[in-house]
Each structure stands twice: as structure tokens, then as C-alpha cells.
């Protein structure tokens, strides 16, 4: 379909306005094309260091995850969006503590149903193509939300919305449609290594890959075997994911709370404490998180997770006596 230059300037202001009234904090186009040479040599070089670990998933479909138009003909633009999860309300500090991203509804379900309402608007706007992928298609979001404009990738390999952080959602529509693309974000972390220090588990090497080996949390989330000897100690009260690297960004410092009430905690969540996680049955966990990223670990999951850091706390009473 043929569109003149002056309607897709505004077809692109038009997109950028729905997505604002969708609940995206932020919107950009990049180019649908090959990643540059050096992104591609530095996943494949962490694929052969074996730093996905149990992610077995991140070495399968390589060719697409270089080049996003195998992901849908003649795609030309990839529309890069953002939502903010920063929960309004914490868990208590005694609690075992989940990363916040999954304290509200699941991700999947939230962005999908809004990306969805934009792939219509653009498809009924102009008659193009699009395909919506939140964490569904082998795409490497954060370089594409990089070259979109909407931000840079720090040392704690996070994406990073400057004067926002980085507590944000990432989703990506593919679209035939031609828009001009915005111009990436050139930021660097600068001097700073707050996050390589902070981590508790050594998985991070100042270069912005992550060990998954050692990272927490992909331990405590993505590994479906026993979690090693070592972990129970450097997760401390952290019984789903980690926000460590997080935390402590300089950027998050004034991060805002999301409005979106669909990543509220509930007041059954925030309740949640050891006890009721060990006691936990299956019905119970279903009812609890159904519609939540944490389904993901499983019951046995979380419980493992429980069992290593109540083990830990043991190991070091018996060292204190
Ligand atoms: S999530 Fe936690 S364990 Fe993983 S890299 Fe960040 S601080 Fe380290
Ligand atoms: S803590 Fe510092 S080094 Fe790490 S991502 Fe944030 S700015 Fe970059």
C-alpha cells in the first residue's frame, strides 16, 4: 500500500499518541533489519561461553534473533514499547521478597491485549501487517528499544529509560509499515559499577552480559533442577527473581510509580509470608498466581527456593553458635 510522505508523518504522531492511551510510557521505531555485526558476535560469543546456562531456549532460532523480518514478511519497522511495573506498594522487608516485576498481573497478559489494540489501529489505519511479540519470538528487545530511542542497556544488562530507570516492560510490534525510525540512544553507563558490586551472586562482568549460570534470577525462576549448593546463601530472602542490579542504579533512584493497577500487588500477595509458602498447596498457589508471572517457577519451584534459604539461615545460626 502506497502512503505519501506527509501521512506517514502523521500515521507515525498517530501511533505514538495510541500507544500513549494504551498505557505505554514510552514509544519508538527502529528499522526492521540485521543486528549490527558487534551484537551479533557478543550473543554468540556468550552462547559459547555457555553463559545462558539453563536458558536452552536462548540458542535455538539464531538466525531470526539476527535478523527480526524473519519474524514477518516484509516487515520494515519495529515499533519498540515500554510500561512502567514499579509497584506502588513493597512487600514487607521480613517477607520473602519476589522481584517486583511479577508482584502484579502477568506481563504476557497485560502488554499482549494492548498490543494487540494497536496492531489494529495501525492495520485499520493503513492496511499493513503487524505481529505483536512480548517475550513470544526469538527478538532481542533490548537492542531493538536501543536503536528505537527509548533507551540504553546498562552493565546489569537492563534497558534503561533515562530520568526513569528501568523497571520497565518491553514489547515490540513488527509491522510492514513503513515509519521514519527514531535515532537510537547513545548513553553509556559512564564510570559507574554499582550494579556489578551489588550483585550478590558474582553474575555480572562489567561488560553488560549476565552469567545466567550464576544470576539468581534465572536460578530461581528458569532452573527446574535442584538449585546449586552455593545459591541459598546469595539469595538471602529472595525467594523469586532478583532486583539487586536494580536497586541500586543510580537511574531507579526516582523512579515512579506505575498507575496501571493491573501491576498492583494485591493485599494477598503482600500478606504472603514463609509460613503461608511452605504450608502452600497447589489450589492455593493457582488461586494466588493464575494471572501471574510467578506460575512460571511452579509450587515445587518456589518451594525449592524457600527450602534453600531456610537452609542457608541454618547454616549460619550453627556458624554463630
Ligand atoms: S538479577 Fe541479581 S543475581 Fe542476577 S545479575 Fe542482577 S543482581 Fe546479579
Ligand atoms: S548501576 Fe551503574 S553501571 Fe549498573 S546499570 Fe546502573 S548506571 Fe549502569
Request: net charge neutral; proline share 5%.
Amino acid at each position: 500500500m502506497e502512503i505519501s510522505h506527509a501521512h506517514t508523518a502523521n500515521i507515525a504522531a498517530d501511533i505514538k499518541t495510541q500507544a500513549a492511551s494504551l498505557g505505554f510510557d514510552a514509544c519508538g521505531y527502529a528499522r526492521a533489519q540485521a543486528v549490527d555485526e558487534r551484537a551479533r558476535r557478543c550473543y554468540r560469543q556468550w552462547l559459547d561461553d555457555g553463559r545462558h546456562g539453563c536458558m536452552a531456549w536462548a540458542s535455538r532460532h539464531a538466525d531470526v534473533r539476527d535478523d527480526p523480518r524473519r519474524l514477518l514478511d516484509g516487515a520494515h519497522t519495529i515499533v519498540m514499547l515500554a510500561m512502567n511495573y514499579r509497584p506502588p506498594r513493597l512487600q514487607a522487608a521480613g517477607a520473602p521478597q519476589f522481584a517486583w516485576y511479577a508482584y502484579g498481573r502477568d506481563y504476557h497478559e497485560v502488554l499482549r491485549e494492548r498490543m494487540r489494540q494497536l496492531a489494529t489501529f495501525i492495520r485499520e489505519s493503513t492496511g499493513c501487517e503487524c505481529r505483536c511479540c512480548v517475550d513470544t519470538a526469538p527478538l532481542r528487545e533490548r537492542y531493538w528499544a536501543q536503536q528505537a530511542g527509548l533507551g540504553f542497556i546498562g552493565r546489569n544488562n537492563q534497558l534503561i529509560l533515562p530520568g526513569r530507570g528501568s523497571y520497565f516492560f518491553l514489547g515490540a510490534v513488527l509491522t510492514t509499515l513503513e515509519l521514519p525510525p527514531d535515532t537510537p540512544c547513545l548513553l553509556t553507563c559512564e564510570g559507574c559499577g554499582a550494579c556489578v558490586a551489588a550483585c550478590p551472586a558474582g553474575a555480572l562482568s562489567g561488560d553488560g552480559a549476565v552469567d545466567a549460570r550464576r544470576c539468581l534470577s534465572c536460578l530461581t525462576i528458569e532452573l527446574r533442577e535442584p538449585l546449586p549448593s552455593w545459591a541459598g546463601q546469595a539469595m538471602g530472602n529472595r525467594v523469586y527473581g532478583c532486583d539487586a542490579c536494580q536497586h541500586c542504579c543510580p537511574h531507579n533512584s526516582l523512579a515512579a510509580p506505575t498507575d496501571l493497577a493491573d501491576f498492583h500487588p494485591t493485599e494477598q500477595f503482600l500478606r504472603l509470608d514463609a509460613e503461608a509458602i511452605r504450608q502452600m498447596t497447589p489450589g492455593e498457589f493457582s488461586l494466588l498466581f493464575s494471572h501471574s508471572a510467578v506460575k512460571r517457577v511452579k509450587l515445587n519451584g518456589l518451594q525449592r527456593n524457600l527450602a534453600a534459604i531456610d537452609e542457608a539461615k541454618l547454616t549460619d545460626n550453627d556458624h554463630n553458635i
